[in-house]
């Protein structure tokens, strides 16, 4: 359950800090402050309540084809080790770390529909969760325009029907759905899988991680409103578009 208010970000890692990473060796040294930043993105998420147990998982494209990085399968985001993290090739072979997420297929789908993506993450989120358990508000959008914020950092969020946790056939779906939100010229930061959470992704690990607060944060505001606010009028999001660029 996520905490009264997610509280200002950490200043972005820079080149060297972090911690210990005696156990990189190689090529794999220059991902240290990738390595690093998907640490701190989810020790952020952990200790504020985004995520649980061992719940999640966070991935980064790498520069120059060099493949992904991605937290292990069942580790806890909140205690992740730089050197544990899974470095896999484009074509989702493991090259070194622990043993890969088995929702590797899934993101490896989100960074080939869209180009501009240099992390994923996946929680649990519980009220994201708790929405598809109550009934979200379309499945073309989990939740309503209610906020200009969320109109302008998060957009439309389709829902996936349900499959096991790392089915293929999600993937295919979630790849699919990226592509008719390019062809309707529609953002899509996030999709949302029925009864397991959601999928964000952005630029870069804070900026994806700002998407996952914003959307969790909306969807409690629209759990815990009676009756349920109205949805921003057309005239109010073609000012978002107009003024701030919101491809809604």
Same mark, same amino acid.
């Given at each position: ?17 972090? %911690?210990?990473? *005696? =156990?990189? &060796? ?13 640490? +701190? @993105? ?92 109550? %009934?979200?508000? *379309? =499945?073309? &959008? ?13 957009? +439309? @969020? ?91």
């Amino acid at each position: 359950m996520t905490t009264s208010g997610p509280g200002p970000h950490p200043g972005p890692l820079r080149e060297g800090e972090g %911690g210990k990473h *005696s =156990a990189l &060796s190689g090529g794999e040294g220059a991902h240290t402050p990738l390595r690093d930043e998907i640490c +701190r @993105v989810g020790r952020s998420l952990f200790e504020r309540g985004y995520v649980h147990a061992t719940a999640g998982n966070i991935s980064v494209r790498l520069p120059d084809d060099a493949g992904f990085l991605i937290t292990p399968t069942d580790a806890c985001l909140g205690f992740l080790a730089p050197e544990q993290l899974a470095h896999v090739s484009l074509q989702g072979e493991q090259r070194s770390g622990a043993r890969a997420s088995k929702t590797l297929a899934l993101h490896r789908r989100i960074y080939a529909a869209d180009g501009t993506a240099r992390c994923v993450i996946h929680t649990h989120s519980t009220h994201l969760v708790a929405l598809t358990l109550a %009934g979200v508000w *379309s =499945a073309k &959008s989990i939740l309503p325009p209610i906020t200009p914020y969320f109109v302008m950092k998060v957009g +439309r @969020v389709p829902l996936i029907p349900y499959h096991r946790p790392g089915d293929p056939a999600a993937a295919e779906i979630v790849f699919e759905a990226i592509g008719a939100a390019k062809n309707a010229k529609q953002d899509m930061r996030a999709v949302m899988l029925d009864r397991l959470g959601p999928n964000v992704w952005h630029e870069s690990p804070a900026a994806a991680m700002a998407v996952l607060e914003e959307l969790e944060e909306t969807s409690q505001l629209w759990l815990m409103t009676t009756p349920k606010p109205s949805p921003l009028t057309e005239a109010q999001i073609d000012e978002l578009r107009s003024t701030f660029g919101a491809r809604w």
